[in-house]
RNA sequence: GGCGCGUUGGAGAAACGGUUAACUCACCAGCCUUUCACGCUGGCAUUCAUGGGUUCGAAUCCCAUACGCGUCACCA
């Protein structure tokens, strides 16, 4: 077999050879130890929250160690592609604070080792391709998807392993003439690797999740060009991932499978093997069992969920990085003031299994990332989001700033702040009560209080609220209330003896409470009542009494 | 079916052959308290999927078994 004239035959119109592309992208400057890493999300309009716990990865090792994080768009499968996705995963990536130093934009592509879109990138992997031709490497096939399906079944009758290989690589044998003659009639081919694998034999792989892989070593003659010129997956991570420089692909567990194919290829062409991280990925608990989060069943773990909803992007990062790094969250006690940037992220503490995903632990995170953030920042970020998905809310924060960081300060202070926030959309539902436009009651009176007795203790309250009272002097009078109406001035009080009472100074203040917040829960009543101010706590308090 | 990966409490997990199996979340109880929170204290795995082995000693090493997940496309 003459290999070079197949290889013209098959790839005529390309002159570049892999050489060419050495010099084209040469081994990148970098400090040592940097690192490069990349991902290559497919546009199918669906940005998931896989995709962002491996591009947390990929960031965190690319900007811990001085190197460089890509986006690539691995838009080979055309079928799949929707259009606008590019734009999607551009906006998700950018709100939850995720900076590519290179890759695709959406009016084209920033750095010196694009194009960053695979299609683009066709005349490259065929330069690859029609030297492994020349080498006698790859060859072209002209079965038909259907052939390919039925030798499976065919090997599944007879308990084989399924695939193309060996005696079962029906164009792996084709003579040159034959080859000739079936291009010449137009039959549409594919590009496939000729293995030179055993699976007797096996390779090690370094991956810096799991130490040293051993794999069996790959026997199939995979596909590396689709009909159409456009590369699989296996061909292209390893012909982009070569001249894009990348030292470390991260990627999911679902990979290892392919793994020796990957490996192949790159000691086909003598080219060094990157680093892989393998990770475990995020898993839903689905009744009795659990499963890899999947985009068809879970579409409330899109990325844009988490944003509408009013997640912190930090809060998200942070969460993601406990279940990375479980130490993650030791550290953060250690060093509650520092960005979560300075972690020491380190691939040797992910685990190998995948981690259920839990909403409750992110809640938790997210009370605390937005207790420690400052009340005007906490207004930037609540306007912002209010903007986008309540403007009416919108608008009554923006009438008065000051008045608006001054409730969202209640409670913050002191030795203890509460933890009232968790998410924006959360956040505009406790806060509506500072609102008149907003405020309703959401919380029932208590049981032992009925409409008399309500408007009894709210009579009394207001005939004695004075405005110019302190705390001190304001509950005093509620007291005086409590003891006049029978009820129990400690609560304890009351249990103890529930006979005596009509119940305890729990009830009368939540009674007045409920009045004025409309809720059971809430900062300090006095406190809201003077930001409320006068006029407005008396009106519900009348109202209330009707 | 083949191959691969995994299995410590409700969840995330630590432990890297050596006394009572860290820590965080959740849950429960108590304290604090004018509510709800916050905070504090305590409880929550006599046991590390199961069965064998190795060892003075195993969650940690070895071998089976079970279960779960992944993968076997001209999808990624």
Excluded at 225 to 232: A, M, N, Q
Aim: aromatic share 10%.
């Amino acid at each position: 077999m003459d290999h070079q004239r197949l290889a013209q035959l098959l790839f005529p119109q390309i002159t570049k050879t892999p050489e060419d592309y050495e010099s084209i992208y040469p081994p990148r400057d970098l400090p040592a130890g940097a690192k490069v890493t990349r991902i290559g999300p497919s546009p199918t309009g669906f940005v998931h929250l896989g995709n962002l716990y491996n591009a947390v990865i990929g960031e965190r090792l690319a900007h811990q160690s001085g190197g460089v994080f890509i986006l690539r768009i691995e838009d080979t499968d055309a079928k799949r592609e929707v259009a606008g996705a590019v734009g999607m995963i551009l906006s998700a990536m950018d709100f939850f604070g995720v900076h590519f130093d290179e890759g695709a934009l959406l009016d084209g592509d920033c750095g010196a080792y694009g194009p960053y879109r695979q299609r683009q990138r066709a005349e490259i992997y065929q330069a690859v391709a029609k030297r492994l031709v020349e080498q006698g490497q790859a060859y072209p096939c002209f079965c038909t998807e259907d052939e390919v399906a039925r030798l499976r079944e065919r090997q599944q009758a007879e308990k084989l392993n399924f695939g193309y290989y060996g005696a079962y690589a029906a164009c792996r044998t084709l003579t040159l003439e034959q080859i000739e003659e079936k291009l010449a009639a137009g039959m549409p081919w594919v590009l496939r690797f000729r293995s030179q694998g055993d699976a007797e034999h096996s390779v090690t792989v370094l991956d810096a999740i799991r130490g040293e892989l051993v794999v069996q070593e790959n026997y199939q003659d995979f596909v590396l060009l689709k009909s159409d010129g456009i590369p699989t997956y296996h061909f292209a991570h390893v012909v982009d991932d070569h001249y894009m420089r990348t030292t470390h692909v991260v990627r999911g567990e679902e990979w290892l499978a392919t793994l020796p194919m990957h490996v192949q290829v790159f000691d086909a062409l003598g080219w060094q093997r990157p680093i892989y991280c393998h990770t475990a990925q995020l898993m839903k608990q689905d009744g009795e069992t659990r499963r890899k989060l999947s985009k068809r069943k879970d579409p409330e773990l899109a990325l844009d969920y988490y944003r509408q909803e009013g997640y912190l992007p930090q809060a998200i990062w942070e969460y993601l990085l406990t279940v990375l790094n479980s130490n993650y969250e030791q550290w953060r006690l250690e060093n509650p003031g520092l960005p979560f940037s300075e972690f020491p992220f380190s691939t040797e503490k992910m685990s190998h299994s995948g981690a259920l995903f839990d909403l409750v632990k992110l809640e938790d995170i997210s009370k605390e990332v937005l207790c420690a953030l400052p009340a005007s920042e906490v207004y930037d970020g609540l306007l912002a989001w209010c903007r986008e998905y309540d403007a009416e809310f919108a608008n009554l924060l923006a009438r008065d700033r000051a008045y608006a960081e001054h409730v969202l300060a209640l409670g913050k202070t002191g030795e203890r702040p509460r933890k009232d926030l968790v998410t924006w959309r959360q956040a505009v539902r406790f806060l509506s009560f500072y609102y008149d436009e907003r405020f309703q009651q959401d919380d029932p009176y208590p049981q032992n209080i009925d409409p008399q007795m309500r408007r009894e203790i709210l009579q009394r309250y207001l005939q004695t609220l004075d405005f110019a009272d302190d705390n001190e002097q304001w509950f005093g009078k509620v007291r005086v209330i409590c003891e006049e109406l029978g009820f129990a001035l400690q609560p304890k009080k009351y249990k103890k003896n529930p006979e005596l009472y009509r119940g305890s100074i729990v009830d009368v203040s939540n009674t007045i409470r409920i009045a004025v917040t409309g809720r059971s829960n809430s900062p300090d009543l006095w406190e809201i009542s003077q930001t409320l101010g006068k006029e407005r706590t008396l009106r519900r308090l009348l109202a209330a009494m009707d």
